[in-house]
DNA sequence: GAGCTCTCCTTGAATTTTTAACTACTCCGA
DNA sequence: TCGGAGTAGTTAAAAATTCAAGGAGAGCTC
């Protein structure tokens, strides 16, 4: 039995109606970089997550937002758009800018062209939040990942995440949005 | 400003009382890198959770549960074994158990050897709830990361990854516990 | 300019995860 | 066999995330 996969259990018949008759499961091989594959990111993103509630006081995600916020031009970004950059909900962007306006790492602006709209600006102790973390968090990952492959592993990984997000951007089969690379 | 990396910015000076000195940044292209490890990791693990929620009823994390004692000896496993293979800490897994054990897909037992011990065990439905939806899992995994990558790519995904979950082993600095590999 | 639809963002509740104890038991040594 | 230290697992509370609505403005059509 296999629940994740294994190519072994027989039958190559072709032709299918429904929607999953006779899964094509993983080789083993595949099985066994899928499962690497999810302990090394699980093992990682928690790495990473420990680090900085230690050091910065918040997880890994929240960081991630006030960097984009820190590298945009006036420090803002609409909601929206950094909910996109960040690969998150609009909900969940909501809840967590909400907390980091009471640690006054972000303040909200309301956009003057749309009312609809909200910026979500980096603050002063924002930014110097960031400044004082940041080189222990870099170290963090290089420690973790950078220092322990080769330049060409490297390479080959850039270029394998590039296709694996590339497939799952919610932009889907290269809709519009044109401004999503 | 760069708060996950760059090499560029200037500055080499040497000397410095506190603990993190002058931080080694990433260059370009590791930053790159990194940031489309994140945004893949970050769409995929969102597209496997809500492909699971919706069709098996359950997160990513709680299947991979159900995965790991169902491959056991007696579809069972100690309580810290489990969350070691899984990656989790106790606490985390006691809280999943017990959802699990509403469903109706894992059963507690005591450990007879040891009476602080429990066994998670994969009850028949459990089992079942895998067969079940283990195909469409298999699915998604498959087209959104092995039917995108060449062999080779494969290989060095798998490489990469056991890198850096070695790097990550709670196990640190080879110490004992020699059955964790 | 009324009505419809869509977009922007928020919110409350439910679920999950983290954090920090805490209970019960095992192990080991004096 | 007493006592201290460590291990197995749980739990309550806080924090974060998901899910399902909902309010309000923008945009379009007729």
Redesign the pocket.
């Known amino acids: 039995m296999e629940y994740m996969n294994t190519a072994s259990t027989s039958a190559p018949p072709a032709s299918e109606p429904a929607p999953a008759q006779e899964p094509r499961w993983l080789t083993d091989d595949q099985q066994r970089v899928w499962r690497t594959y999810l302990d090394a990111v699980t093992l990682l993103e ?1 790495h990473l ?2 680090q900085l ?1 230690r050091d910065a006081g ?2 890994h ?2 960081y991630g937002l006030l960097v984009k916020l820190a590298e945009s031009p006036r420090r803002r970004l ?4 950094l ?1 996109m950059h960040a690969k ?12 980091l306006e009471k640690n006054g790492w972000v303040r ?1 602006e309301d ?1 003057p ?7 979500a600006v980096l603050t002063d102790a924002g930014l110097a939040v960031l400044k004082e973390t940041a080189p222990g968090h870099v170290e963090a990952v290089r420690q973790a990942m950078f220092d322990r492959l080769t330049g060409e592993q490297q390479k080959a990984l850039g270029e394998i995440m590039r296709i694996v997000a590339e497939g799952l951007q919610p932009t889907e089969a290269g809709a519009d949005l044109p401004w999503l690379r």
């Open positions: 928690d997550d420990r509630q918040m997880p995600i929240y609409r909601m929206t758009e909910a998150i909900t609009r909900s969940r962007l909501s809840h967590a800018i909400a907390r909200r956009c062209d749309d009312k609809r709209g909200q910026f």
